[in-house]
């Protein structure tokens, strides 16, 4: 018995080392028999995250507050590259795209309820089984509120904040001269605000949201008054610049007006931007050609560079010298990409404004609403060989049929000349947008401008 039980011990001590020492007994550093190798407990990715520019953190809960419309960005803070996987399940916070790449993530986002907040839950994921699941709030209003970049007919880009909720804005030049007034959902032209300001009573004031971009006539500075005057201008205001350089390629048929102590001036031609958004080329003839048919001592040669101080611009500087010629973007508008500059000339002493579409095949029939550098709101039906714009400047009704004429074989196949007498204008359109500016001087309509909103 005595004997049984010391075998028994022995075995039982036995099993004991060889699970407890891997088998070796003198310090092999084996693996247990059994055991399975461990994977490393996964690591978070780093990321940092901004909401309108500002650095976020996260609440008591671990979610980010975040308001309709605002701009969210996350970053890979140690430079390792991210895959983004958004939130896929219904109800929740609906994902606006501004930027996404390897890097960053850039987003919007609208509340589908009409109460109460939604949730919205993004998971990047990085090299090295590293991921981090970031959780977003998003509460009640508005997604158009917010700050756009404005481009207006007076020459001039600004900063546009409004709040739909609150109906109200305020807009301030480059100066810092801020301005305010309010806002009222107006009855007779649908999606219209109507803008109540103390720089000007005019009855043509309104504008409308239209999604991240904002199209309408406000009180803007007349140039070279004084003391300062106001007056109504059509005007652009945009929070949907392109910020990757790579998507500005492209052509596009371009109406720039000008304002200077002479007077208004116009310019229309054809550009193009290629080479990953790095070379622009503007045909300068007086003559309106595709820019491929432009004669090449015409064609002015750009760099295009980052604009250092504000994401989603762009300067223009000579290929040759390195002189700045001036900056632009591109917003994109209903998918399509429009060129847009606004802003006193670096070589000239003038404002300028120039909207760029994209260039077409054609010039298809529609009708619009919008509003002119004359101070007026305007209707227009464009069918067949006739563009007819009705403007108002809430005291007297004019109505005018413009004569509209395809370019010749050189020119750009979706530009119009629309003409009456002695009157020349050039008309030019996108899906969303129309333009109808004068032509340049000796012509009376040099420095005007309609803009109108497709229906």
């Known amino acids: 018995m005595r004997r049984t039980t010391t075998k028994s011990l022995c075995a039982t001590a036995l099993v004991a080392v060889i699970a407890g020492c891997g088998g070796g007994g003198g310090g092999g550093g084996g693996l247990p028999f059994g055991a399975l190798p461990q994977t490393p407990a996964e690591s978070e990715a780093k990321l940092s995250v901004e909401v309108e520019g500002s650095a976020a953190s996260p609440d008591s809960a671990g979610k980010y507050q975040v308001a309709p419309g605002q701009l969210v960005t996350v970053k890979s803070s140690d430079g390792s590259e991210i895959t983004w996987t958004g939130d896929s399940r219904s109800g929740v916070a609906q994902r606006v795209e501004v930027d996404t790449s390897g890097s960053q993530w850039l987003s919007r986002f609208k509340n589908p309820n009409a109460t109460g907040s939604a949730e919205f839950k993004l998971t990047a994921s990085a090299s090295g089984n590293r991921r981090k699941e970031l959780s977003f709030s998003v509460g009640n209003g508005d997604y158009r509120n917010g700050r756009y970049t404005v481009y207006a007919a007076n020459g001039s880009r600004q900063v546009l904040a409004i709040d739909f909720d609150k109906a109200s804005y305020t807009l301030t030049d480059a100066a810092g001269d801020a301005s305010s007034g309010t806002l009222t959902a107006g009855a007779s032209r649908d999606g219209d605000w109507k803008v109540q300001s103390s720089r000007s009573k005019s009855s043509i004031l309104a504008l409308r949201g239209l999604g991240d971009n904002i199209v309408g006539a406000l009180p803007f500075a007349v140039g070279y008054t004084s003391p ?132 077409a095949s054609g010039y298809a029939d529609f009708s619009s609403k919008g509003w002119s550098t004359g101070g007026t709101a305007d209707g227009v039906v464009a069918a067949g060989s006739t563009y007819s714009l009705t403007g108002t400047d809430g005291a007297a009704t004019a109505q005018a049929d413009l004569a509209l004429a395809v370019q010749p074989s050189f020119g750009p196949t979706g530009m119009r000349t629309a003409t009456k007498g002695s009157s020349v204008y050039f008309a030019m359109r996108s899906k969303q947008l129309e333009l109808l500016i004068g032509a340049r001087t000796p012509s009376l309509n040099a420095g005007f401008l309609h803009l109108g909103l497709v229906d």
Do not use: H
């Open 228 to 359: 300062t005057a106001y007056a109504p201008f059509p005007f652009i205001a945009s929070r949907a610049l392109l910020l990757q350089q790579g998507k500005l390629d492209g052509t596009y048929d371009r109406g720039r007006i000008d304002f200077s102590p002479a007077g208004g001036q116009s310019a229309i031609a054809q550009i193009q931007i290629s080479g990953g958004g790095k070379v622009m080329k503007q045909c300068l003839n007086l003559v309106i050609y595709k820019i491929e048919q432009c004669p090449s001592a015409d064609v002015s040669v750009s760099n295009i560079e980052p604009d250092p101080q504000q994401p989603g611009l762009w300067t223009m500087k000579s290929a040759v010298d390195g002189t700045l010629f001036g900056r632009f973007a591109l917003a994109d508008f209903g998918g399509e990409k429009v060129y847009l500059s606004a802003g006193p000339s670096p070589t000239t002493n003038s404002q300028v404004l120039a909207v760029g579409v994209p260039a």
